[in-house]
T-cell receptor
Framework: GNSVTQMEGPVTLSEEAFLTINCTYT??????LFWYVQYPGEGLQLLLK?????DKGSNKGFEATYRKETTSFHLEKGSVQVSDSAVYFC??????????FGTGTQLKVEL | GAVVSQHPSWVICKSGTSVKIECRSL??????MFWYRQFPKQSLMLMAT?????????EQGVEKDKFLINHASLTLSTLTVTSAHPEDSSFYIC????????????FGPGTRLTVL
């Protein structure tokens, strides 16, 4: 079946540092891939997505590239801000519009 | 953007009682709603999928008689945890999908259930 593995947190960075959160997946076929973000006290929000191999999703300075050869969808940002502190979930879309999530990675950005 | 609310945000109940959690899409019609359960430091586990006006489809291993789901309108779905036990304590999250693919799922803020 489908599964998503992402790096454990928490990840603690200083403001303006470079961010990478690793995500790899196992799936049949070519699923769509997503990154969701959950700010404290709020619901999950779609951050970015990619629907086919070599697609790059981007939003709010975050980027992730769909790598079929390595079955990965790593999240990156060149310069994080304190306001980026949140929990980030990698997910893949399966049949019936169902989403399979990773365990989430908490990011803490300090001044 | 589209907003999904859940009520209550947290609830504490005694073992053996039933608890109802509401999920509402506030500014769009949800053709499908999903219910997830999240344990600490674990991923969201899909419990069931419900379409308005029809019976919910439960994932393998989820007891449908224990977790009753009703999706009576295009803006409201409810999850009732019947005869709750301490092992049912968890964070329950709903999402609602409008017209479109998986990327149009909008998530509620979640409900923390604690069963004493």
């Amino acid at each position: 079946g489908n599964s998503v593995t992402q790096m454990e947190g928490p990840v603690t960075l200083s403001e303006e540092a470079f961010l990478t959160i690793n995500c790899t997946y196992t799936a049949t076929g070519y699923p769509s891939l997503f990154w969701y973000v959950q700010y404290p006290g709020e619901g999950l929000q779609l951050l970015l997505k990619a629907t086919k191999a070599d697609d790059k999703g981007s939003n709010k300075g975050f980027e992730a590239t769909y790598r079929k050869e390595t079955t990965s969808f790593h999240l990156e940002k060149g310069s994080v801000q304190v306001s980026d502190s949140a929990v980030y979930f990698c997910a893949l879309g399966g049949g019936g519009n169902k989403l399979t999530f990773g365990t989430g990675t908490q990011l803490k950005v300090e001044l | 953007g589209a907003v999904v609310s859940q009520h209550p945000s947290w609830v504490i109940c005694k073992s053996g009682t039933s608890v109802k959690i509401e999920c509402r899409s506030l500014d769009f019609q949800a053709t499908t709603m999903f219910w997830y359960r999240q344990f600490p430091k674990q991923s969201l586990m899909l419990m069931a999928t419900s379409n308005e006006g029809s019976k919910a489809t439960y994932e393998q291993g989820v007891e449908k008689d224990k977790f009753l789901i009703n999706h009576a309108s295009l803006t409201l779905s409810t999850l009732t945890v019947t005869s709750a036990h301490p092992e049912d304590s968890s964070f329950y999250i709903c999402s609602a999908r409008g017209f479109g693919g998986a990327d149009t799922q909008y998530f509620g803020p979640g409900t923390r259930l604690t069963v004493l």
